[in-house]
């Protein structure tokens, strides 16, 4: 049976409790066949519903989505992909309780309710921070990322707060971005949260930036494709000429696509690249926005945790 897909034109009340996926192509998502088994496997509601949106949709659009998902009953909660950062600008007001992160980021990924009370939390910096700790854990050396979007900022935040405890924190942070806008919006975010960690910025418009940038990087380096190139659109934001630091991991936020960014990491695996593609980061992405929306707990690590990975897997 086909996903059931709606759009801001076609909402109707849910006939029995729903969980909602807000994007833009949800239908074509894995998640699609995922969550019902997760959901069954956690004796929560199985239902999933797509709602898609436009890019850079109307402000009225957005309201139009936040208000059903407010005012419907048997609508639970929704994650929100793509349309954070502009549903969180148009919807603000509509929210009875915003999250910490959700201020600082100035974005909704998880959309809860407690009663009657309308919830938004983001949860990048969570599931990037835990994915980070999967791959590299107490790490010290150098980090490369390709990309100043909401995925690097949520990153830069969770490494933020990982240094106000204390804790190992990566020695320089390298970001680049195609477009001056996204830096400079970067730069003033770090400035205002009292950004601890040496970072700098480089306007990459071109591939060859970036290897220019990747060939300055020390040995054992950290390199994160947060562009979204390999998914959302062909391609890597390296050519193939990039040479990767020796003993390097090559971390690409997606987990599907083409994933040209990992084969090109791939091939340099004989000096100790190690390439990791984005599969933590769905699992956490997800399971963090399901324990906020079903106020449940799901491990993110150990037994349970691995079988919600083997379901997914499975799927």
């Known amino acids: 049976m086909p996903p059931t897909v709606l759009t801001p034109d076609t909402l109707v009340a849910a006939e029995e409790p729903t969980f909602y996926f807000v ?10 066949t995922v969550f019902p ?13 797509g ?16 208000s059903f998902l407010k ?32 201020q600082q980021l100035d974005e909704i990924s998880s959309i809860s309710k407690r009663g009657d009370r309308l919830l938004g939390h983001a ?12 791959i590299v854990g107490d790490f010290d050396g150098e980090v490369l990322l390709l990309g100043a979007g909401g995925s690097s900022l949520a990153l830069s935040l969770y490494l933020h707060r990982r240094q106000r405890t204390g804790a190992s924190v990566p020695s320089r942070i390298v970001v680049t971005n195609r477009r001056p806008g996204r830096l400079e919006e970067m730069r003033a975010f770090h400035r205002r949260i009292g950004f601890g960690i040496p970072i700098e910025y480089i306007e990459a418009p071109r591939p060859m930036r970036n290897d220019a940038a990747l060939a300055g990087m020390a040995g054992g380096s950290l390199v994160v494709n947060a562009t979204g190139l390999g998914k959302d659109r ?16 090559a971390w690409d936020f997606n987990y599907r696509g083409d994933l040209v960014f990992l084969d090109q ?12 593609d984005g599969w933590f980061y769905f699992l956490h992405g997800w399971t963090r ?27």
């Open 23 to 32: 994007g833009v192509t949800t239908g074509a998502s894995s998640i699609m």
């Open 37 to 49: 088994r997760w959901a069954e496997h956690l004796g929560i509601p199985q239902r999933i519903v």
């Open 51 to 66: 709602i898609d949106v436009p890019l850079d949709a109307e402000p009225e659009v957005y309201r139009r989505v936040v």
């Open 71 to 102: 005012e419907d009953g048997d609508s639970l909660g929704a994650l929100v992909t793509t349309h954070k950062l502009n549903l969180f600008k148009a919807t603000r007001d509509l929210f009875d309780e915003v999250g910490e992160s959700a």
């Open 123 to 134: 949860m990048d910096d969570v599931t990037s921070g835990l994915a980070y700790d999967a």
């Open 234 to 249: 062909p391609g890597s934001p390296l050519t193939d000429a990039a040479a990767f630091p020796d003993g390097a991991v």
């Open 265 to 276: 990491a791939r091939r340099a695996a004989g000096h100790g690249v190690r390439a990791v």
């Open 289 to 315: 926005v399901m324990a906020q929306v079903f106020d449940l707990h799901i491990p993110t690590s150990g037994p349970e945790f691995e079988t919600l990975s083997r379901i997914a897997r499975a799927a």
